[in-house]
Structures are given as structure tokens and as C-alpha cells.
């Protein structure tokens, strides 16, 4: 359909679609015959207007003087999605509303500061509440606080407001109401109406984490035509912050061209954080095909800010009583999370000494949670964390989940170190592999061989989903299911007579999918009779589960078959020299336990990571793998949410009985 203007609106659009193309300059100069043109005419004005950026502007506050939405601020400006200059002129489309009211608007006027000298354990957040001010207001007028900590005997500025209120005229329908429909999200709605996430969000200060069908939400009023499809068949991408094209061709493994492809207009416009990208429905984030070499960011540090670290840990210290030494032996023996608890700090304190002969400089500071949601919420009310560079912890996935959501709102990492949260916020960094990504390793390193080899998946009647699952990724690997008794319920057992049916003279690779130690000890004892110079028996499994550390089950027989499986983290060589675990032993007199070595390996990848990089987003990619005495790190990202490590090691038993990571 072709639209008719009149002459001055139809130049109007013209020299703003043009500008869209050109240089600044020559962009201004335009804007200038515009605005002479919109002075002789009216026609030009009933469409377009002008707006000179001043000092202190932002397109969000530019939005709001007009009542219009940043999305149309950014359809004809779109160098301002890059950066915003002072004496910029940018292009402002009058509201599309025909119908407007009067509304009361308050305004924050300064009129004068007066002076604050800071007290001991006073924090931004408990002087903000005092004076009824914003944090942001007390930093603004105190520029050292944007970099330095608050601290006992400062003397601050205080700013004092009056409140102007004036009416101001509100076109009624730059906004309007939407009612979510089955399946979609925030990122797919954002996607529709040309909307990045914070923008949808700014629009919408209450919306919920998790958007259901019907709720109702704030939209640009655009006309129907003008929004976009969000197809079913499309996954949708938020950009993230710095992202560029190269880092989505390795994150996505789109090309550039390919992006413009399924979004229109992307290269000319550039990226900008938030933007929602629609993408094949087959693309996932942070997988990564074949071996990626481990990253040692030893050799890439720049930042050498000091960095700000946030730990929240179960501690109890309001249930111990310090002047008992036996009480609190007995307490911390009998309290398997305040044993957990300590170790994993004592590995952090090592970590914060190891990352200081690095050059690194750590300003740490532990809250107790008690272990209670009432504490935790305590010390989100009373600590201000939007400076802090990460937060690792709490340990509890409710207790964490709740920190994690109120850091979101400024953008700060919140580290989940030893469990897996339950919502994966879009600054949540998952530690723990999923499952899923335990058993895709083992399945990869089985299927790397098994041109060379023979696969055999035993699994009982619970188990067959996942026995089905296996096959499906090597198709010739044979089934064997465990044998029913009269009753038509699982037996647990396999006989000698259904291997020899399937088995071949060289390598053969068994998995052995169950969690009963019943079929684990039947199918243990059968193949170790099975085995001899002809026939070599790897047993494996993608869950190494409570049933293969049954009391009864052999580790002999277990080493004689190279028993393999996935693991989260793996056992360092006692051999070995370590710096950390000689430290460990001197300081406590016993080697360090798998969360000690945790909460070191953890918290010196963590800064390793601020210190390579801008921030720990930055830093934490799919394409960097590190990996310190115990754990390794690889961060992916859901399409939708935070991020997730990857890394798992396979493990196997040796003919020593000693358990080593499994290498080809």
C-alpha cells in the first residue's frame, strides 16, 4: 500500500528516514532545515519535532518528556542506541494519540546539601532511609563513592530536595494494555513490539520473573501491522552487554549475515544490549563441539581494580558459644552443613591469599545467613550490593534465590557454589553441571570410540527412557533390559547367555543405567566372568548413583572392568605438588576435603575471572574453560535466563584401585 503525504510531512519523513544513513553533520544540518521547514508549515509539526540532548539526558528521560516509548526514539535515531552526546539532535515523532488529559507530575528541585559524618556500620542504604533519598541521589552529589567504600568519619554531602508540582498534558495511548498470550515470554513480547528486555521492563516496573497466560503488561500502541510476528517455531536471543557479531557467530553459530537475515535492519542498527534477536529453534547457547583447550587467565590480567566479593554462608554463629571449645567440637560434628560451611570458607581464604601473590587485591566481606530466610532478608535490607563485583553464595537454593533476584536489578553476579538454584535469573552462574550435561559427556566420549568398539546399554524397566536415549545417539549400540519375574515386575537381573548374544572379541563398552544395587551386583559379577584376552569389558554409566556405592558392590571388580562415569569435579593427584594443599596441611594439619577444595577453586576462578576481564559476564563465555586442582569451569547461557557450567571430567577406576580422570 502506498501512503500519499502532503509535501512538508512527506519531507519530513524523507530527511528522517534519510538521516537514519548519514553522517552527524550532515545529519544536524538537515535537522536544522527541518525545523525551519516545521516553523513556516504546520503540516511538519503535526509529525516530527526536534530535541537538542543536554547535559544529564538519557533516551529513557528524552521518552518521557515527549510520552513516547524508546523504541521510537531509536526507529529514527539510531546512532543514540550507541551513544547519546550532549548537543546531539535527534528526531522525536510526535505521540499517536488523538486524545490527551491533564496529570499531576512531581519534580525533585535541589535547593541545598548539608553534611553527614558517617558512624560505624553505617551503610549508603541505612543514610538513604535516614534522610528519605535515593542511593543514587547521595552518589551523584558524592562522585567518590562510584569508586570508593564508605567508611567511618567520612564527611558526605547530603543533597535537600523540594518537590515541585506541576500539570503536565499525558497523551493517554503511547501505551496500552497487552494480555499475554499461551508460550510466550518476556523476550518473545519484547521481540513483538520492537522492545528491548529493560525497556519492556522499564515499561513494566512490577512485571513478574516469569510471565503466565493472561497476565496484563504495558506495550507500545502500535498498530497491529506494525508488530512483529514472534514465531512458535523461533527460539528468541537477548543480547548481552558488549555483545558483538563475532562473540554471537561463536556463542550462536550465526553468522552476521545470517542474523540480518532473520532480523532485518540489525546491521544497520547495530547491537545494543537487551535487544531481542529471533534465531533457529535448533540453536542452543554454550554448546561447543569437540575438545576446548583450558584457559590460563594467569597470563591475561588487566583489571587490576580491587575487587568487591560478597560471601553469604550458613555459618550459625548465633548458635555456637565461643567460650566453650568442647560445645563447639560437638556442634560443628554434629552439624553436617556448619562442617560443610567452614571448610569451603577455609578454601576461600586461601583462594583470596593465592589470587594476592597474582597481583589481585580483595575486599571480602562474609555474612552469616543463619540459615534462616528471616536473616537473609535482613541483610539484603540493611547492605547495599549494586557495587559489589560478585556474590558468591548462599548455599540453600531458596535462601539463594532470593539474594539472586534482588542483585538482578543490578545486574550482579550471584554465584550458586555448591547446589543448583532453582531459578536461573539472568545473573545466576549455576556452578554444578545439570545432568543432562553429565550424561552428554559420557555418551560423547563412548561415542568418540565406538566406530572402534562394541556398545551394549543394560538398564531395568525404570531406566528404558534413558536406555532409548543412548541408542538414539549411537544407533548400533544393542539393548539389554533386566529380566521379570512371574509377576511381570523388574527382576533386576541379566543373564550370562544375553552378553554372549551381542558381545564381540575386542573392546566392548556396557553401560549400566539403574539405580538398583541389586541389578548393579548382578551385572558386576556376570561380566567379570566374562572377560579374558579376547574380549576386553569397559563398564560405564551416565549416573554413578547411590547403587554403585552399595556396601556389598566390589571396587576390584569394578577397577578389572575400567569402571567410567561423569563427575562434577574430580580427586586431586595426592602426588602432585600443590601449593594450595601444602598450605592446607601446615595451617590444619589434614589434607583438604573436597569442599575446602571447592571453595578455593571456586573463589580463585572467580577472581581470576574479574581480573581478565571488565566484568565476571564478560569474562565467562562458552570458549573460556578453566580448570584448577578439583574443578573446571564453562559457562553457557540459557536463551532465557543465566548461565550454567558445563565443564564435567570422566572418570574411571584403575587397576591400583585409584580413581583418575579418564584421558584417550
Known sequence: MIK??????????????????????????????????????????????????????????????YQITTADVYALNPDAKKKLSVNDVLIIPNTKSTNSGNEKVEKKELIGYETHKVKKKETLYSISKEYNIEISDIKEH????YSENLKKGDKIRIPRYKTIVSNVTVKENTIKKYVVQPKEGKWRIAYKFGLTVPELQALNPNMAEVLQPGDEINVPNLETKEEKAAEPNYNYYEVLPKEGFYRLKVKLGLTEDQLEAL???????????????????????????????????????KNTKTKRLGLLMPFKLNRIDIDSVQEVKDYIKNDRLIAVTLDFYAGVKMALDSAKQLGISTNLKVFDTENQSAEVSNILSKNDFSSYDAVIGPIMASHFDRVASQLRSDHVPAISPLMKPTSLYDNVFQTIPNDEDLEKAMVSYVKADSLRSNVVIVSDGASRTLSDRI???????????????KEGKDAFYVNAADFSAVFKSGKNYVFLETNNAGLVLNVLSTLNSMTNREREIILVTTNKNEAFDYEHISNFHLSNLKFHYPSVNKVHDTDKPNGFVKRYKKEYGVEPNKYAVRGFDLTLDVLLRLSSNDD??????NDVETEHLENKFRYAKKLSGGYYNESVYILQYTPDLTIVEAKR
Do not use: C, W
Open 471 to 485: 541408542k538414539s545417539y549411537i544407533p548400533n549400540a544393542s539393548q539389554i533390559f533386566s529380566k521379570k519375574n
Open 616 to 621: 565476571f559476564f564478560l569474562a565467562s563465555t
Open 263 to 301: 532480523n532485518p535492519g540489525v546491521k544497520e542498527t547495530g547491537l545494543k544490549e537487551g535487544m531481542v534477536l529471533k534465531v533457529p529453534a535448533n540453536v542452543t547457547v554454550g554448546t561447543v563441539d569437540g575438545t576446548i583447550e583450558s584457559s590460563d587467565l594467569t597470563k591475561s590480567l
Open 142 to 145: 558524592n562522585r567518590q563513592l
Open 4 to 65: 500519499v503525504f502532503s509535501r512538508q510531512s512527506q519531507l519530513a519523513v524523507a530527511v528522517a528516514v534519510y538521516s537514519i544513513f548519514i553522517t552527524k553533520t550532515m545529519k544536524k544540518l538537515l535537522l536544522i532545515i527541518i525545523a525551519i521547514v516545521s516553523f513556516q508549515t504546520f503540516a511538519v509539526s503535526q509529525n516530527f519535532k526536534t530535541h537538542i540532548v543536554k547535559q544529564g539526558d538519557t533516551v529513557e528521560s528524552i521518552a518521557r518528556q
